[in-house]
């Protein structure tokens, strides 16, 4: 049986399988799904050579209960990016229905689809006003945004999906084209276990990385990112330092160290040296792409300390090394699921009492939920990079997996190995061939969340043919490995 601490239940590893060493004590599954009651599901996109795309749907309180708000609150570390419903989330101290993440093109399907799932699936719901929370992050890099690829099927699968349990992570559902730190990032998600008075609550973060420069990327505390522009250039994700201004070193290393071996480590520039990576080879300018990030506890919290909870989470990104780039929509939910039944959602139809009560925490009480969230959104973080393959997308770019042997290595050689640390992991193995069967119309959602992910392959077709979409990560050929 996969341990769900060091692999996803298609078998990728985890951050935890590289030795990294984390704070924080997590839940079983070191998943958001710790959270009880939540449930969560993924729908992937991959056809042709340009399509490579998704939606993740998380369900607070779980398909059944749609309609039953949480207490809440959201935050903007750089506002270039889109969260829809956070006007009501900022008025009420509450969100309701089912969340979605998705391509920045997509958010208006997603909207509109979340709405028509609810309908049909809580008609009493749909009478009044549905404002759901529909989020993005740009995936344009590997995915042709405009093709059309993201439907309201799409978004029906990943809804009908959701699930508790282990969850992939890497590329799959709303993450399956997202670049986080020149690398493929994608999806991931961690917890943290907080004990208050006795009782043992969870934290539980989940992200949609596509954010972040190359040598900003912190493991660790160490700045591995300066060290692996060289698997970036071989790729052609970026071009070769020659090709960049000379007041441009090639991630943050004297010119000097780009004659040194392959693979050897490099010395850190000199004081006030420019750090800056050479642009994207398709001309993307560093940090762009946004991150989205969901915050869930069955702690029992007030809506303005869920707002707090959302801040802390940009602390945790920046533990990944991000400075927050203005080409960035860094963006965050966060929301307790206790509290059930104590809000009421639209207009009473009747003469219902109009007093409520809520349990909650005392504020002295919030300071271990913050460090919960800053551990669990690092961790998060990093299972979206680790948990991952090589992806070649859009205009024939190639977008390498972070290379585990080189980060083991790096942190070996800054002493910040785990102490318990795993043997490195296995390489992934090769993916199979494509099928050549003609694209499919979307798939049933599977029977489990655990099952052997779906393979998507579809043979390359126009924007107008649909899809084939695979509820759970895919076995591609447009993904390799690399380790």
């Known amino acids: 049986m996969t341990d769900p601490q060091l692999r996803t239940p298609a078998g990728l590893p985890r951050a935890r399988a590289l030795g990294i060493p984390f704070d924080g004590r997590p839940g079983p599954l070191n998943a958001i799904t710790d959270v009880a009651g939540l449930e969560l599901g993924h729908a992937t996109v991959i056809a042709g050579d340009d399509v490579r795309t998704g939606v993740t749907a998380i369900h607070p309180r779980g398909r059944s209960a749609p309609g039953d708000p949480c207490a809440a609150g959201c935050f903007a570390l750089n506002g270039n990016g889109e969260m829809t419903g956070t006007a009501w989330v900022a008025e009420s101290g509450t969100c309701a229905l089912p969340i979605t993440l998705t391509s920045t093109h997509a958010v208006g399907t997603a909207h509109a689809a979340t709405i028509s799932w609810v309908a049909e699936h809580a008609p009493e719901l749909a009478e009044l006003w549905l404002l759901p929370i529909a989020a993005e992050t740009w995936d344009g890099r590997l995915n042709a945004l405009d093709a059309g690829a993201v439907t309201e099927a799409v978004v029906h699968a990943a809804l009908d999906d959701a699930r508790g349990g282990a969850i992939e992570e890497g590329s799959v559902g709303g993450g399956t084209g997202m670049v986080a730190y020149g690398f493929k990032g994608g999806a991931g998600s961690a917890s943290r276990l907080v004990e208050v008075d006795g009782a043992e609550h969870v934290v539980g973060a989940y992200v949609q990385a596509n ?110 090394g991000t400075c927050g780039s203005h080409w960035s929509g860094d963006l965050a939910l966060a929301f307790s699921t206790a509290n059930a039944g104590a809000f009421r959602r639209g207009a009473p139809r009747t003469q219902e009492p109009a007093g409520g009560r809520l349990d909650f925490l005392q504020w002295h009480a919030l300071d271990r939920f913050y460090a919960a969230t800053v551990q669990a959104v690092e961790e998060a973080v990093l299972n979206a990079l680790v948990a991952n393959r090589t992806m070649t997308g859009k205009g024939g770019l190639t977008i390498p997996a972070l290379p585990h042997d080189r980060v083991r290595d790096l942190l070996a050689a800054h002493g910040r190995l785990a102490a318990t640390a795993p043997a490195a992991p296995p390489p992934a193995q090769a993916a199979p061939a494509p099928a050549q069967a003609a694209p499919a119309t979307a798939q049933a959602a599977p029977t489990t969340a655990q099952a052997a992910p779906t393979t998507a392959q579809a043979a390359p077709t126009t924007a107008q043919a649909a899809p084939r979409i695979a509820p759970t990560a895919p076995d591609l050929d447009t993904t390799t490995p690399d380790r």
């Open 211 to 320: 954010f972040g420069a190359p040598d900003e990327l912190l493991v660790a505390g160490v700045p591995v990112g300066r060290e692996l522009g060289d698997a970036l250039v071989a790729h052609g994700a970026v071009p070769p330092a020659a090709s960049t201004a000379p007041t441009a070193p090639a991630f943050g290393t004297p010119a000097a160290a780009s004659a040194a071996a392959p693979g050897a480590p490099t010395a850190p520039a000199a004081p006030g040296a420019p750090t800056s990576a050479p642009s994207p080879a398709d001309g993307v300018p560093h940090g762009a792409g946004s991150v989205i990030v969901i915050v869930a506890t069955d702690a029992p919290l007030l809506p303005h300390q869920c707002t707090a909870l959302a801040r802390r989470a940009a602390l945790g990104l920046g533990r990944s």
